[in-house]
């Protein structure tokens, strides 16, 4: 199966109005035609990450001034390229 990341965190929101933003977001790293590569297009090795900001929906799930932010890899990458990563490593 594919390996998969999950972050979350609270934001300072300053300047961002909630109202004009999305509850969902992809944020790809090569386009849907991609870039040629054998391991291609949008499902791709290390190429999707989704972003949710669930403040959009509700704004009570983070204090006056944050916002909440869920990023998470969108597991279409094999668990080898991270099963040596140590925990709290850089």
Same mark, same amino acid.
């Given at each position: 199966?594919?390996?998969?990341?999950?972050?979350? !965190?609270? #934001?300072?929101?300053?300047?961002?109005?909630?109202?004009?933003?999305?509850?969902?977001?992809?944020?790809?790293?090569?386009? !849907?035609?991609?870039?040629?590569?054998?391991?291609?297009?949008?499902?791709?090795?290390?190429?999707? #990450?989704?972003?949710?900001?669930?403040?959009? #929906?509700?704004?009570?799930?983070?204090?006056?001034?944050?916002?909440?932010?869920?990023?998470?890899?969108?597991?279409?990458?094999?668990?080898? !390229?991270?099963?040596?990563?140590?925990?709290?490593?850089?």
């Amino acid at each position: 199966t594919g390996s998969f990341l999950h972050l979350h !965190l609270a #934001i300072r929101a300053d300047g961002l109005n909630l109202k004009e933003m999305e509850a969902h977001y992809t944020v790809m790293d090569r386009s !849907l035609a991609g870039d040629g590569s054998e391991n291609d297009g949008p499902c791709g090795e290390l190429n999707m #990450i989704a972003v949710s900001n669930p403040c959009v #929906i509700d704004d009570t799930l983070a204090p006056d001034g944050f916002m909440v932010v869920h990023a998470y890899g969108a597991g279409n990458e094999p668990y080898e !390229l991270w099963k040596d990563v140590k925990r709290g490593s850089a």
